[in-house]
């Protein structure tokens, strides 16, 4: 499997999931786990057992403290979760979002990630709201949760049969890091401060995670994040402030 994709698990609550999960990359050729905030600790020796012939990915995994750290290098990012109620991003199928990536492997330099949420309680919407859209595995309305490693497998799997396919005339632009994109808000949340913009604090936060959604919905290239920099720097200029 292409080494630009990058598993990344949010606050996974148990050693053995972890190593199920790293034993199933393993099985589908995929290397690169990234764990943050493990709340089983680590190391964690329940992790590797699990984790059978894939105890190398455990052993390399990255750990990270927060998501934005972890999504940091990331181009384009998809979060799985059951529910999508109230959230403002593209729902697609696994092999709907799987041919996107397609797409996005043709050029080396984009990184992928796929971000699943806690055992218990997934993702929260501040965390969906990195994401450039979600994938969505249809189940059961009497048990609609997979475990950790089902879902992993299911997303591996459909990313796999894509792997015979021809996608070199693709012309996908450079995507925007993580980083840059979240560089970007702050920047305009500072100048929204300053122009009291939120009037009412209570509802900034919510305010600045439908402000990410409208800009991940862009999926905007680098340099269509530096223009959108530069816009803003002018307004400010221009008003004097």
């Known amino acids: 499997m292409h080494s630009s994709i990058f598993i990344i698990l949010i606050e996974p609550q148990m050693g053995e999931n ?5 034993r199933v990359m393993s099985n589908f050729g995929c290397c ?15 992790a590797l057992e699990m984790a059978a012939h894939g105890k190398f990915v455990v052993e390399q995994a990255e750990i990270f403290q927060d998501i934005r750290t972890a999504i940091a290098d990331i181009n384009y990012l998809i979060a799985t979760t059951a529910n999508t109620r109230y959230l403002a991003k593209t729902v697609n199928n696994p092999s709907e979002s799987m041919q996107k ?14 971000m699943f949420g806690r055992e218990r309680s997934g993702l929260t919407n501040e965390e969906i709201s990195f994401a450039d859209e979600i994938v969505q595995i249809s189940t059961s309305k009497i048990n609609p949760s997979l475990n950790l490693a089902q879902a992993v497998c299911i997303i591996l799997y459909e990313l796999s049969k894509l792997a015979k396919y021809d996608t070199h005339k693709s012309n996908l632009r450079q995507r925007a890091t993580q980083a840059e994109i979240s560089h970007l808000i702050k920047h305009l949340e500072s100048e929204l401060d300053v122009a009291n913009f939120f009037q009412v604090p209570e509802k900034k936060e919510g305010m600045m995670q439908n402000i990410r959604n409208i800009i991940m919905r862009m999926h905007p290239s680098s340099q269509d994040v530096r223009t959108l920099r530069g816009i803003i720097k002018a307004i400010i200029r221009k008003n004097g402030t």
């Open 101 to 114: 990536i397609a797409q996005h492997l043709v050029d080396s330099k984009h990184q992928i990630g796929l």
């Open 32 to 46: 690169n786990l990234r764990i943050v905030n493990p709340r089983g600790g680590w190391p964690n020796q329940k």
């Open 18 to 22: 972890i190593g199920a999960t790293a």
